[in-house]
């Protein structure tokens, strides 16, 4: 009767051991997957960590957004694709404090005229890239308040004279005198100084990543200048179509969701709010090959590797009379 006994339990333990075999070496090898994953996306952005211990916090993260990016794209359920790209070993609150950060850019000045309230010729699409007006994407923490006034008005001085300059945005955080720097600021007051004294070229007054005592002797030599800027009808798609048609828009938008971070490809179509904490470059529309969506097309300032080359493509025409993550509330563009 006891060996009996014994028997079954050994039978009973056997299958219990044979049960969790699988399940533990198929962890193990998950594991061991993600540490590979980990490796090499270290080696692919060149990141290197001070101690051990802030390698395994990194990992873990990593580990965490990997999975959570999986599972989203797994899915299948949305017309974009999430990405592990150079932010994957941040959590979204170090991501929105290093590249957003938390206070809202918005300032909307007072009202100006809209030069393109009565436009209707509206094409199927615009690419102001293909038009030679846009220069390439800028990586930088350092400044980002001042990139989309930077990038208008070089799309501006293209359309007026045939020039595409990649014009400076050192300067701007140099000289401008309001004191935002880095910290963050404005893009009205961006175009402000672009009015009242110019821009000279990248070349001529390079990036630092910091800033420092303006070169009043660089300063003195713009290449192009604008008279003013004019903003696009609040709430209204329709106006900023109006406005995108005749030359590259900024634009302010909530960026501060997960889906935001990852983006990698397709229309997005959601995971951010109204409150505006970013600004990007609107430089066409068009509509998607694939589902048939009506898409804006963004430039942002994180560098190629997020979304597609640096670039969005964000629904257009949605319900809400602001626009998908607000695009439609602050527009932007200067001119000539």
Not at 96 to 120: D, Q, V, W
């Amino acid at each position: 009767m006891e060996s009996s006994f014994r028997k079954r339990c050994v039978c009973y333990l056997l299958i219990i051991f044979i049960s969790w075999v699988p399940h533990s070496l198929s962890r193990v090898i998950q594991d061991v997957s993600m540490i590979e994953r980990h490796k090499q996306w270290m080696s692919s952005y060149g990141r290197q960590y001070k101690d051990i211990e802030e390698k395994e916090k990194r990992y873990n993260i990593f580990k965490a957004n990997v999975e959570y990016i999986d599972l989203v794209n797994s899915a299948g359920n949305k017309p974009y694709r999430l990405g592990v790209n150079e932010f994957a070993d941040l959590t979204n609150e170090e991501f929105k404090a290093a590249y957003i950060g938390y206070r809202t850019l918005s300032k909307r000045t007072k009202s100006t005229s809209f030069r393109y309230e009565n436009a209707n010729d509206f094409p199927p699409s615009v690419d102001w890239r293909k038009r030679g007006a846009v220069t390439p994407i800028r990586d930088s923490v350092c400044g980002a308040w001042t990139f989309p006034a930077v990038d208008t008005v070089e799309g501006l001085t293209k359309i007026k004279t045939g020039k595409l300059y990649t014009l400076s945005v050192q300067e701007i955080l140099d000289c401008e005198g309001e004191g935002h720097g880095c910290d963050g600021g404005f893009v009205d007051d961006a175009f402000e100084f672009i009015k009242q004294h110019g821009l000279t070229t990248e070349s001529n007054y390079p990036s630092k990543g910091n800033t420092s005592t303006c070169d009043t002797q660089k300063e003195a030599e713009p290449v192009t200048k604008i008279s003013g800027y004019e903003n696009v009808l609040v709430d209204n798609e329709k106006a900023l179509l109006r406005a995108v048609v005749n030359q590259p828009v900024s634009v302010t938008v909530d960026a501060l969701g997960v889906h935001f971070q990852f983006y990698s490809s397709g229309v997005f179509t959601g995971d951010c709010g109204t409150v505006l904490n970013h600004g990007v470059t609107l430089v066409g529309y068009g509509t998607s090959n694939i589902g048939k969506l009506k898409y804006w097309l963004i430039k942002n300032s994180w560098g190629t590797s997020w979304g597609e080359g640096g670039y969005m493509r964000m629904q257009r025409d949605v319900a809400a009379k602001e626009g998908l993550c607000g695009i439609a509330m602050e527009a932007t563009y200067p001119v000539a």
